[in-house]
T-cell receptor, first 114, second 113 residues
């Protein structure tokens, strides 16, 4: 079975540009999580969805960040406009229905904003 | 709110030896889960082991086991017969009632051949 798929794996962009990160959860999983990992702040939960509905977005740093899950097999995390301090590794994870306790992580997207 | 603390930024162990990674946590909740995740150089986050707080028995997964001391709020990971492939960052995490993972800062594990 394919695991969680994220694209792109690496993204380099200039400050002010729009960035879209993509995630395909494991088939059959109903919950999806977006995390950000930086040296300064470690791993942070940005937002999570259950059955395509955003449940908690309190971790989203500011209005420049938005996330959508239009269907059970796809989610996006968008940053507009991007800033150098957004440089980080962004992880997507999914978990089966009723089992938030076992989250399967994607390989991450390394974002560099210059 | 939960907090998770890993006080060892880096640990090293000789191949085939045993190493223990420390983690302490603080929570006001009565029921919670604790986890150890491994992040190798490939950057993928891999679940190593999980422990339900209401279970007194320590979780074990092959060479990986935990020492869960609920009263002391301690959750250490023991790796037996260390292998070169165990080299990675290890993150301790707790899950709160909102199903959010609260992460420790991580411990870098170095395996000496």
């Amino acid at each position: 079975d394919a695991g969680v798929i994220q694209s792109p794996r690496h993204e380099v962009t200039e400050m002010g540009q729009e960035v879209t990160l993509r995630c395909k959860p494991i088939s059959g999983h109903n919950s999806l999580f977006w995390y950000r990992q930086t040296m300064m702040r470690g791993l942070e939960l940005l937002i999570y969805f259950n059955n395509n509905v955003p449940i908690d977005d309190s971790g989203m740093p500011e209005d420049r960040f938005s996330a959508k899950m239009p269907n059970a097999s796809f989610s996006t995390l968008k940053i507009q406009p991007s800033e150098p301090r957004d440089s980080a590794v962004y992880f997507c994870a999914s978990s089966p229905q009723g089992d938030y306790y076992e989250q399967y992580f994607g390989p991450g997207t390394r974002l560099t904003v210059t | 709110a939960q907090t998770v603390t890993q006080s060892q930024p880096e640990m090293s162990v000789q191949e085939a030896e045993t190493v223990t990674l420390s983690c302490t946590y603080d929570t006001s909740e009565s029921d919670y889960y604790l986890f150890w995740y491994k992040q190798p150089p490939s950057r993928q986050m891999i679940l190593v082991i999980r422990q339900e707080a209401y279970k007194q028995q320590n979780a074990t997964e092959n060479r990986f086991s935990v020492n869960f001391q609920k009263a002391a709020k301690s959750f250490s990971l023991k790796i037996s017969d260390s292998q070169l492939g165990d080299a990675a960052m290890y993150f301790c995490a707790g899950m709160d009632s909102n199903y959010q993972l609260i992460w420790g800062a991580g411990t870098k594990l170095i395996i000496k051949p």
